[in-house]
């Protein structure tokens, strides 16, 4: 059993969950029809007209009664305890039972996006999960990623807050209209906007895009994929924090460890064997190995399970995230940690993010959070988004310098000034914006 399916045999489409003072409230409920056609949606009809013939609707206690029926009230109380851990805002689920599509949106803060004039208070990708993926996994991932994505927004100087979106489906295509116009109304009604993140195709993403004005950065976007601005953000900073540590910007003759080999690593390993960096690099698929060493054919290409203990200068995590624990952190053989991967610290809270950032500055390495600066690809995003087709990358790629780049150099000083680790000023700096106070 799982909350997706409490929601499919009760006949119900969603479930949600909202802050209110101390409290989260749940409330499940059924939002349209069995049989409603979403292929026309955002073509001929809005978020704001969805009819439904036999709406239900199930208040707290109510709803709390029927997930205990169905033994499910313990995966209710996990997904509350990660989001008080997270001081998460609120959370949707919704359900499509006849295509067995689910997407989740974790909405970790509103603040920075109240005043914004934008429909879209919030921003942060889509990450698809397969089918088989637990749900407590799905539901943990998001929290955390969504967390991120608030101080992301702030550090990036977005006046948004941060959410994540997650899809789970069985296989479908850009042409199944009902699916995309499914996704495309769930994002909508999420009021924020969003883009790519692991696991979502492009050309899926440019088939939401058609049926929503906030799914940006897909491969028919103005200014293209995230990928590159992400890796120019990733290099803006580390070339700041080389200046720092080794009083020089460029990478040129030192190791660098790329664990990941995908749309913003490969970009990496390319710029920085430019530089005259020796890449090292491991992906658990071969063909981004071989498709890498195209372009970088002195590549020095390792197993996937040895490239965290890797001797290096700098190890770049751009795979998935939880890579820093208190266990591999014991093993880095590295002077600094700077990559695309998204929460690379395992830990799902500012204190165990804050513990972890200690261990790696006791091993004399120097770690910032990703969120300080991988934001080149929400940057475009925001661009896109507002802009359209007047949209300029000169103008993103200025943006990507001042908040990854100048923001690195002047969170590194800050951290020498101080004796704090950059984690600790960088939680210390954003959190009054995400959350109207100190954490
Ligand atoms: P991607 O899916 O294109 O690439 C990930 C690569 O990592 C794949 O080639 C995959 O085979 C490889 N991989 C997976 N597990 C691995 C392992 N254990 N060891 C080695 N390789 C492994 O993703 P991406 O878009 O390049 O993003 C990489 C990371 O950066 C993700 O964590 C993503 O959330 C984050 N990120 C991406 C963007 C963006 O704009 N694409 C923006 C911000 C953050």
């Given at each position: 059993m799982s909350l997706s399916k409490v929601l499919l045999e009760a006949g119900l489409t969603t479930l949600s969950l909202q802050r209110s003072g101390e409290e989260l409230l749940c409330t499940l409920s059924?939002?349209?029809?069995?049989?409603?056609?979403?292929?026309?949606y955002g073509r001929r009809?809005?978020?704001?007209?969805l009819v439904c013939r036999e709406p239900r609707a199930l208040g707290d206690s109510e709803a709390r009664e029927l997930l205990r029926s169905r033994g499910e009230l313990s995966a209710l109380e996990g997904l509350e305890r990660g989001m008080r851990q997270g001081r998460h805002e609120s959370f949707v689920m919704r359900r499509h039972a006849k295509l067995g599509v689910e997407v989740c949106h974790f909405i970790h803060s509103s603040a920075l996006g109240r005043?914004?004039?934008?429909?879209?208070l919030r921003a942060g990708g889509m990450r698809r999960h397969a089918e088989t993926a637990p749900e407590a996994e799905v539901l943990a991932d998001g929290l955390n990623l969504s967390r991120a994505m608030s101080f992301k927004c702030a550090a990036a100087g977005m006046p948004f807050g941060g959410s994540k979106s997650t899809l789970v489906a069985p296989h479908f295509g850009p042409d199944s209209l009902e699916h995309v116009g499914f996704i495309a109304y769930s994002i909508d009604a999420g009021q924020l906007m969003t883009g790519p993140d692991v696991g979502l195709a492009p050309e899926l993403l440019d088939a939401f895009a058609q049926h929503s004005p906030?799914?940006?950065?897909?491969?028919?976007?103005?200014?293209?994929?995230a990928g590159g601005p992400t890796a120019t953000g990733v290099l803006a900073a580390l070339g700041r924090a080389a200046e720092h540590r080794?009083?020089?910007k460029s990478l040129a003759g030192r190791r660098v460890a790329i664990q990941g080999l995908g749309s913003v690593g490969l970009q990496l390993a390319v710029e920085l064997a430019r530089q005259g960096a020796h890449v090292i690099a491991a992906d658990v698929d071969a063909a981004r190995v071989a498709l890498c060493r195209e372009s970088v054919p002195a590549l020095e290409a390792v197993q996937a399970d040895s490239i965290v203990g890797c001797e290096c200068d700098v190890f770049a995590p751009?795979?998935?995230?939880?890579?820093?624990?208190a266990e591999s952190i014991g093993r880095l053989r590295t002077s600094m940690v700077y990559g695309a991967?998204?929460?690379?610290?395992?830990?799902?809270t500012s204190e165990g993010e804050l513990e972890l950032a200690e261990l790696l500055a006791a091993r004399g390495i120097l770690f910032q959070p990703d969120w300080t600066y991988t934001m080149g690809g929400i940057l475009t995003g925001y661009e896109v988004y507002r802009?359209?087709?007047?949209?300029s990358f000169a103008a993103v790629r200025t943006e990507i310098e001042r908040a990854a780049g100048d923001g690195t150099r002047d969170l590194l000083n800050e951290a020498a000034a101080t004796g704090e680790t950059p984690t600790r000023v960088a939680l210390r700096w954003y959190s009054p914006l995400v959350y109207g106070s100190p954490e």
């Open positions: 059924r939002d349209w029809d069995p049989d409603q056609d979403f292929s026309a009809w809005s978020s704001d007209q005043q914004n004039g934008f429909h879209a906030h799914v940006l950065c897909g491969s028919s976007s103005p200014l293209g994929q080794f009083g020089i751009c795979a998935l995230g939880g890579v820093l624990s991967a998204n929460n690379q610290l395992a830990a799902a802009k359209r087709d007047l949209s």
